[in-house]
């Protein structure tokens, strides 16, 4: 059987939003288990308190409670391959990722997960993106769909790209979960080839924030045949855990044509929440902002 890998997760008790206990992270590794996940990388939010932190003694915790996760799904029999890393909130901190034990994945110091505020604009990122790069770790942007501002500074993602850094979408969002912009975008930048990794950002074992990879890729394989989604949730992820390179395809940037789909967007927006033309999720509005 093909590895299905997630490098993008929150299964770590007591350390971030994620589960509050060992109970709870142990019910969200029989899920990815149920969904046939084998292996994950966990990443706790590192926000920027945590990254400018001169002893990081909150990464003792980090380190502590994962071995302990890890120790309860070995005894439990679970297979699967558990790793760590993190996912740093991005301040100008970041830079230092390769400095600080497990901010990135597996500590090999060649790759790291980054988030923007979902709501900010955040400012000087291409100039520290390209300091990480040539300093040998390249950046993992995550969910760039979920960002509200997404088109204001699609231009420099795609310039982003080009210098070397790896988009990883989330299998909620295409699904739907994380709302009709997240919906759009994370297709949309599937679609046109700009996608390096699908994951999951895991919660909880539910549904909507659980392990809920294999489900998404089921639905848009069959949709997108032409799409090599092993390389997505198996080839990639992999490589990222081995510290190996990744070839990156910029091809992609210079075909994507950003007011055609900008205007598809508006199109979308329209029919699907002005009109609620094919629109599920109109009854469960108050469930799914939750998960903002």
Not at 8 to 19: A, K, Q, S
Not at 39 to 67: C, G, M
Not at 144 to 163: A, H, Q, S, T
Not at 222 to 230: A, L, R, S, T, V
Request: aromatic share 12%; charged share 25%.
């Amino acid at each position: 059987m093909d590895r299905i890998i997630d490098i993008h997760n929150h299964i770590i008790f007591d350390v971030d939003d994620g589960p509050g206990t060992l109970d709870a992270s142990m019910r969200l590794l029989r899920q990815a288990v149920e969904n046939n996940i084998t292996d994950i990388v966990a990443t706790p939010h590192q926000l920027e308190e945590h990254q400018a932190s001169n002893n990081h003694e909150r990464q003792n915790k980090v380190i502590k409670n994962f071995k302990e996760l890890k120790a309860a799904a070995k005894k439990e029999g679970l297979p699967l391959h558990l790793y760590l890393g993190g996912e740093l909130y991005f301040t100008t901190h970041v830079v230092h990722a390769p400095e600080i034990p497990y901010f990135t994945y597996e500590d090999h110091k060649k790759y790291a997960l980054i988030e923007f505020s979902l709501n900010w604009h955040p400012e000087g990122y291409k100039e520290v993106f390209y300091e990480l790069i040539q300093n040998g770790c390249t950046p993992v942007l995550a969910h760039p769909e979920r960002y509200g501002y997404f088109w204001e500074i699609v231009d420099d993602i795609i310039d982003l790209i080009k210098m070397g850094t790896l988009l990883q979408i989330n299998a909620g969002s295409l699904l739907g979960y994380t709302g009709t912009q997240a919906r759009f975008i994370s297709e949309m930048l599937l679609s046109e080839g700009l996608v390096h990794i699908i994951a999951s950002d895991a919660h909880r074992a539910s549904r909507a924030i659980g392990f809920n990879m294999p489900r998404a890729v089921d639905i848009f394989k069959e949709k997108y045949p032409n799409i090599d989604f092993k390389t997505l949730i198996s080839i990639n992820p992999w490589k990222i855990i081995q510290g190996e390179p990744i070839e990156i395809d910029d091809d992609p940037c210079y075909s994507f044509d950003k007011n055609k789909q900008y205007k598809l967007w508006k199109r979308f927006y329209f029919v699907h929440d002005i009109l609620g033309i094919g629109n599920k999720a109109t009854k469960k509005r108050k469930k799914i902002r939750r998960y903002f």
